[in-house]
């Protein structure tokens, strides 16, 4: 295999369009509130079917974890495991599942084979970064949400210019809805839930990392810089893929 070559991508639904007037009525009923609140609608009232919460267990996740595990710690909680994260990443995930109480935990990985085909000396992320995001991210990630109506992120607009229109209820590429409850969270909010709550940190926030990836990928950053400038530095990449439909960031939503 060459570094022309690319990983070929398996065939997707389209997306579906309805309904962006759905989008609408849900933040006509559920926009207004509290990142708890509207957590608890969805997790106990369940008007969207079956949710899981998909997490990186990065520098910020404690923050809807927490949230997540003090309404129903039975909530799914997918989290991919690349292969290429950092070991402190795997620790951090034991130690906050364990201290949060959370049962149901669901890591889940690349196949082996899918993997040694399109990546079998391991440096795809070096020449196809895109490439090694689908085959270790995004595949799984899609197989692993095929159970679920709806899934919630820790995305926030202040992460970067891709994210700063970001809305809090969208659609992904298969039609699930996807819930954003911090969408409209500052820094300044996280550190001090996180602070208040005393959740322990990751372990490389210390170390200036701020957006907590892949390690070949991923590097700290300066005081002052974008808390994203650190993945895929000084490429033209910003998202991993998981949130991207049909190859662009911003999904279906309504007009």
């Known amino acids: 295999m060459t570094a022309a070559e690319t990983v070929p991508t398996p065939s997707r639904p389209a997306p579906i369009a309805a309904p962006a007037d759905g989008l ?121 949400l095929a159970p679920f109506d709806a899934w919630i992120t820790g995305r926030r607009r202040h992460q970067g210019a891709d994210r700063a229109q970001l809305d809090r209820f969208e659609h992904d590429e298969a039609g699930r809805v996807k819930i954003n409850p911090l969408a409209d969270w500052a820094p300044a909010a996280v550190a001090d839930y996180l602070r208040h709550h005393r959740l322990p940190p990751h372990p490389l926030f210390t170390q200036g990392y701020r957006s907590i990836g892949c390690a070949p990928c991923t590097t700290p950053v300066a005081a002052g810089e974008d808390p994203r400038a650190g993945r895929w530095r000084g490429q033209d990449k910003t998202e991993c893929g998981i949130h991207l439909v049909g190859g662009r960031l911003v999904p279906v939503r309504p007009a």
């Open 24 to 144: 609408v009525a849900l933040t006509h009923r559920f926009g207004d509130l509290a990142p708890e609140a509207l957590l608890r609608r969805v997790l106990v009232e369940r008007p969207l079917g079956a949710v899981a919460l998909v997490s990186s267990f990065g520098a910020d996740s404690g923050v809807l974890l927490h949230m997540v595990a003090a309404i129903d710690p039975t909530t799914p909680v997918i989290f991919v495991d690349s292969g290429k994260l950092f070991a402190e990443t795997l620790a951090y995930r034991d130690r906050l599942a364990d201290h949060l109480g959370l049962r149901d935990v669901r890591t889940v990985s690349a196949r082996p084979a899918a993997v040694a085909n399109v990546d079998p000396t391991g440096e795809r992320h070096a020449y196809d970064p895109d490439g090694c995001c689908h085959v270790r991210k995004v595949v799984p990630m899609e197989a692993a």
